[in-house]
Nanobody, 122 residues
């Protein structure tokens, strides 16, 4: 498994942008599919975006498609989520996750960070 630490959350006005970063430890980072999920109180963890090992293949939830961009740097063991045109409904605790499969189910990801809060004000 890898250890993951997220950063970059905060408070932003609607229409603004934030960049979340996730730093991973371990020498096998490049072999993992990486993803971002988010969660609000009382709701199940929701898939946001995923990037495969190759860095070129990405997939997004419909709710963020065209606004969010996921990227990774295998040399630096990092994965970022650039969030543009933020909406109040994007407010959530955002988690970085590492897994072995190309799915959107949070149960398929075995390594998680502690989460970083994103709050979008209207």
């Amino acid at each position: 498994q890898v250890q993951l630490v997220e950063s970059g959350g905060g408070l932003v006005q609607a229409g603004g942008s934030l960049r979340l970063s996730c730093a991973a430890s371990g020498r096998t980072f490049s072999t993992y599919t990486m993803a971002w999920f988010r969660q609000t109180p009382g709701k199940e963890r929701e898939f946001v975006a995923r990037i495969y090992r190759s860095e070129a293949s990405t997939y997004y939830a419909d709710s963020v498609k065209g606004r969010f961009i996921i990227s990774r740097d295998n040399a630096k063991n990092t994965v970022d989520l650039l969030m543009n045109s933020l909406k109040p409904e994007d407010t959530a605790l955002y988690y970085c996750a590492a897994g072995r499969y190309g799915t959107t189910r949070w149960t398929d990801f075995g390594s998680w960070g502690q989460g970083t809060q994103v709050t979008v004000s209207s």
